[in-house]
Nanobody, 126 residues
Framework: QVQLVESGGGLVQAGGSLRLSCAAS????????VGWFRQAPGKEREFVAT????????NYADSVKGRFTISRNNAVNMVNLQMNSLKPEDTAVYYC???????????????????WGQGTQVTVSS
């Protein structure tokens, strides 16, 4: 089993940057794909980015492509989401999630993820 804890959220002005981190416990973290999702008030949870177990494949939502970068360091059980050129519409609670298995191409569907963190709030002011 993997436990995930997000950090790095906060308040930033439009155009600014934040770096979210997802710290994982458990010796099998390197066998998990990790995704970032977000949920704004009154909206459904939506896919942001995902990275496979090795870090060799990444995928992004069109809304963040070119602005966000997901990366992982299996040696320290960490996945990061670098967010640049932030917009007010990026405001949401951001969650990291782990998906078991060694799929080379992890799904953007949240139902494919087995473990979730508690979330971290990101607020972008205009």
């Amino acid at each position: 089993q993997v436990q995930l804890v997000e950090s790095g959220g906060g308040l930033v002005q439009a155009g600014g940057s934040l770096r979210l981190s997802c710290a994982a416990s458990g010796r099998t973290f390197s066998r998990y794909a990790v995704g970032w999702f977000r949920q704004a008030p009154g909206k459904e949870r939506e896919f942001v980015a995902t990275i496979n177990w090795s870090g060799g494949y990444t995928n992004y939502a069109d809304s963040v492509k070119g602005r966000f970068t997901i990366s992982r360091n299996n040696a320290v059980n960490m996945v990061n989401l670098q967010m640049n050129s932030l917009k007010p519409e990026d405001t949401a609670v951001y969650y990291c999630a782990g998906a078991q298995g060694l799929s080379a191409y992890p799904s953007p569907n949240p139902t494919s993820y087995d473990y979730w963190g508690q979330g971290t709030q990101v607020t972008v002011s205009s």
